[in-house]
């Protein structure tokens, strides 16, 4: 049987996860995660290996985590009436399908008849003994979303937010944990209040080994992402969609366990991209395009390593994907084409250098297509490389910061860089791109832009402004 929310010896949290959007469907995910008194009074996430005996369940959620009740989910137009509806008894989550391009929305996720995560949120929060615990917060979850435009509309201006090297995880009393946070309350408030649509996720999605804690665990369970992903965008992520690029430590590449299987699952990414649809290449490699409107493409490109067949070195070197690759780069053409991807072409360092094998697969398909902006994480700090009319930029630095001076400034092509944790604003209209690296709120809750500084130490402010004139 599992506990209720209100057991005394186990506490289960509700989360909802907006998990995928589209002109004309939605997929919505929910699941929970179950916390017991540790003996000096404070609350201890259950760990996967121990749900079975204390709560009668494998999972907490995921594409494979097993019901909990009957459940719908209905999707309602502003008005408040039910505009669509799809139900399951058999798994968390569900496709909701015709709704309307470019519209707002509502939802409810209903289970066993009522409300799911409708109460107040307990949430990770600092507490007057020192620390962290977890603890009722004073939030609520307000379910809403924006579908997309329609293929072959017009693209209307769009915000969205990328973000990389994050998954540092906040259960810890950390630094690392503050800086998470910090920036995870920069994108519940762009989300709230500034539009934003959705996220692409730069990588290294959950790191081995909590920092501020000293253990082995990996990122192969649910508990290990409540802390690296779905507490600290728990508001966010019910009302945007987040895209992934996979790092190297999401997968074996880094680390001594291989995350990915445990990745795919959290970001659901057979039901999202695995359709036999020509828009992705995966399992295995994760490869997808993402087409905003008629005007603008997102690319997610793996760059890890293959560790399934020994004579290919990365997954973009592959037959199969080589040829999606040449297939997307070659395909319609659209004003604005955006790779992203974890690893960067272009870096000054202090940890990386440039990468000539992504230059080699890379540089000619962007030649051929046009491309201005290419985004990437890896280096834990912010940098600017502006090489053959394109500009690549660093983004790294979302839980992860590395405050060294890079060394590598001309090879790389660097125009600008900063030390600073942050998350980046971006802005897409019809013939510009503008570029906010965000570090915090300021005292009235509004964006903190951060600066950045050139390689001689001049000042850089914000937005950097990326131009396509091309078709005007």
Not at 224 to 252: E, K
Not at 430 to 444: C, Y
Request: hydrophobic content about 35%.
């Amino acid at each position: 049987m599992t506990p209720s929310r209100t057991d005394p010896a186990i506490h289960r949290e509700p989360f909802v996860h907006l998990v995928d959007v589209a002109h004309d469907r939605a997929l919505v995910a929910w699941g929970a995660f179950f916390f017991e008194r540790a003996p000096n009074g404070r609350w201890d996430i259950v760990d996967d290996e121990s749900l079975p005996a204390k709560v009668g369940r494998r999972t907490c959620i995921g594409a494979s985590a097993e019901t909990f009740g009957p459940t719908t989910v209905q999707v309602l137009a502003e008005g408040g009436e039910v505009v669509a509806e799809a139900s399951t008894d058999e798994r968390a989550w569900v496709w909701v399908e015709g709704l309307e391009p470019d519209t707002d929305y509502h939802y409810r996720v209903i289970v066993d008849g009522r409300d799911w995560a409708a109460e107040e949120l307990w949430d990770w929060v600092p507490v007057a003994r020192g620390g962290y615990d977890l603890e009722p917060a004073g939030r609520r979850y307000d379910l809403r979303f924006h579908t997309w435009p329609h293929p072959d509309a017009p693209t209307p201006p769009l915000r969205f937010v990328a973000m990389g090297d994050y998954g540092v995880g906040m259960r810890a009393d950390a630094e690392s944990s503050r800086r998470q946070q910090r920036i995870a309350a920069v994108l519940d408030r762009l989300v709230r209040d500034h539009d934003v649509r959705f996220a692409l996720s730069l990588g290294d999605n959950v790191y081995q080994g909590e920092r501020g804690r000293v253990d082995e665990e990996g990122g192969g369970e649910d508990d290990d992402w409540y802390s690296s992903f779905f507490q600290p965008y728990r508001l966010s992520i019910a009302r945007v969609p987040v895209f992934p690029a996979i790092g190297n430590h999401d997968s074996a590449d880094s680390e001594g366990s291989d995350d990915r299987a445990q990745m795919e699952d959290n970001f659901h990414i057979e039901e999202r991209f695995h359709r036999g649809l020509e828009t992705a290449s995966v399992l295995p490699g994760l490869f997808y395009r993402l087409p905003y409107g008629a005007d603008l493409e997102l690319v997610c490109l793996d760059t890890s390593l293959d560790s399934e067949d020994q004579e290919i070195h990365r997954y973009f070197q592959a037959p199969k994907h080589r040829d999606w690759l040449r297939q997307t780069f070659g395909g319609r053409p659209r004003r604005w084409l955006i790779p992203f991807s974890h690893h960067p072409v272009f870096t000054a360092g202090p940890d990386h250098q440039n990468d000539e094998e992504m230059r080699e697969s890379f540089e000619p398909l962007f030649d051929a297509a046009g491309v201005r902006l290419v985004l990437a994480g890896h280096e834990h700090n912010f940098q600017v490389s502006d090489v053959g009319g394109r500009t690549y930029v660093v983004s790294g630095a979302s839980g992860q910061l590395d405050e060294r001076v890079p060394e590598g400034f001309e090879e790389a092509h660097t125009t600008a860089w900063s030390g600073q944790a942050h998350l980046l604003l971006v802005d897409v209209e019809e013939f510009e791109v503008r570029l906010t690296p965000v570090a915090g709120l300021l005292d009235d809750g509004q964006p903190h832009p951060m600066t950045a500084l050139s390689p001689t130490n001049d000042l850089v402010e914000p937005p950097i402004i990326v131009r396509n004139d091309q078709g005007s």
